[in-house]
């Protein structure tokens, strides 16, 4: 019995054992060897007790009576009209690093176009946050001047029947889906708080701000006939992408049961796949973790923290504003300056690590003639500068975690 109890508490040494190998053993024994009844009764014993160890090597908690893990993955569960799948959440698991050396060739001074959805919770409890953001959306607006900016706007109701849900946009004016920097301030104020105030508009008590930006970014690769809001018009491929989710309510589902649409981690996955260039920026204004105050602030019904977006915000190193201010115009004229700052950046493949542990993050950015660029901000996967670099031909090297 020692060399069993030997093995059984060495993990490493079940790893290329599976359950049928178990009882293939078992068997082998059993007709193998000339053993009492008894003898083959305790053995038995044993090999379960062995398989119940191996089910549960390296795991932590309870003894789980599993014959195996769970093979399901977050693209597994994205359904099939989904053409792009994005690839499933990596598992954790010792770190390991890739060094990346790519060239930047600019041939002019970059454009300053950038692309910005409006992700609005239309359920009922949100009233109060859709008169903030109509009467203080002009601040935005002007903070945006000098951009060549263009804006769509969706709500978070994911049902499949609507006009304006599904991440489809919502008509703005007369035909048109989207706003943009050639408007009149106040004419392009006025068409989005008429569009963002809808009277008699009952939204889904589900809210899934997550799954409306899949929704609206995939919607981009419908046969143009079937793009009927023109979601392809509102993202250009050279632009620069700001989204910003306003909601007193986590991503929601009524029975719980929430699929891959709704894991942020797959939207950030999905979109760096599809616009890899694309410096990207989520911003959210939502009832932050842990503000208990607002989560039961009096001239509202706020349902949840909005952990999901402030993934999303982190993530991109967006702003996390409250929906519980008295007044909206501060954090969106932050989030306007944000945006307008990110149009210098430079988007990276993935966001740099500190592989050597010297405490400083592996990256460096050179000139054609090897001369260090120091004026930056690191900001996850953007690299953020105080001005447009100039024309010319530029080295990045960096170090992620795979």
């Keep these: 019995m020692i060399p069993i109890f030997f093995f059984i508490s060495n993990c490493d040494h079940l790893a290329g054992l599976d359950l049928a190998s178990l009882n293939n053993m078992k068997s082998f024994i059993k007709n193998g060897l000339n053993v009492s009844h008894q ?227 797959n939207l950030l996955l999905y979109i760096r796949q599809k616009w890899p260039q694309k410096v990207l920026t989520i911003h959210s204004i939502i009832v932050k973790s842990d503000d208990i105050s607002c989560l039961e602030y009096p001239q509202s019904i706020n349902e949840a923290y909005g952990k999901a977006y402030e993934f999303l915000s982190r993530q991109t190193s967006g702003i996390i504003g409250s929906v519980c201010e008295s007044d909206y115009a501060g954090q969106l004229k932050i989030m306007g300056q944000d945006i307008k700052d990110k149009v210098k950046s430079i988007p990276l493949n993935c966001s740099p690590a500190d592989a050597n542990n010297d405490g400083r993050i592996d990256f460096s950015l050179k000139n054609s003639q090897g001369i260090q660029i120091t004026d930056y901000t690191l900001a996850s996967n953007i690299v953020m500068l105080p001005d447009y670099l100039p024309p010319g031909r530029y080295e990045l090297e960096y170090t992620c975690k795979e």
């Design 39 to 265: 003898k083959l009764t305790i053995l038995v014993v044993v090999m379960g007790v062995l398989s119940l160890f191996y089910n549960n090597c390296a795991q932590n908690g309870e003894i789980a009576f599993s014959a195996s893990p769970s093979k399901t993955s977050p693209a597994d569960l994205i359904p099939s009209d989904l053409q792009n799948e994005p690839n499933p959440v990596a598992s954790a698991g010792v770190a390991r690093f890739k060094k990346i050396i790519s060239n930047l060739d600019l041939r002019s001074i970059p454009n300053n176009k950038v692309d910005i959805l409006i992700v609005m919770d239309n359920s009922r409890s949100m009233d109060y946050e859709q008169q903030e953001m109509a009467q203080r959306f002009s601040g935005f607006i002007q903070s945006l001047n000098g951009l060549d900016w263009q804006l769509g706007l969706t709500t978070t109701d994911p049902a499949n029947n609507k006009g304006y849900s599904d991440g489809r946009l919502i008509k703005l004016y007369r035909k048109s889906f989207i706003l943009n920097s050639k408007q009149d301030t106040d004419f392009a104020t006025e068409m989005f708080s008429e569009a963002i105030q809808r009277e008699g508009d009952d939204g889904s008590p589900n809210e899934q701000g997550v799954r409306a930006i899949f929704r609206a970014v995939q919607r981009t690769e419908l046969p143009e006939k079937q793009d009927t809001t023109f979601n392809r018009k509102l993202f250009r491929e050279d632009a620069s992408l700001a989204i910003v989710v306003v909601s007193d309510a986590d991503e929601t589902s009524a029975s719980n049961n929430l699929s891959a649409y709704n894991r942020p981690e």
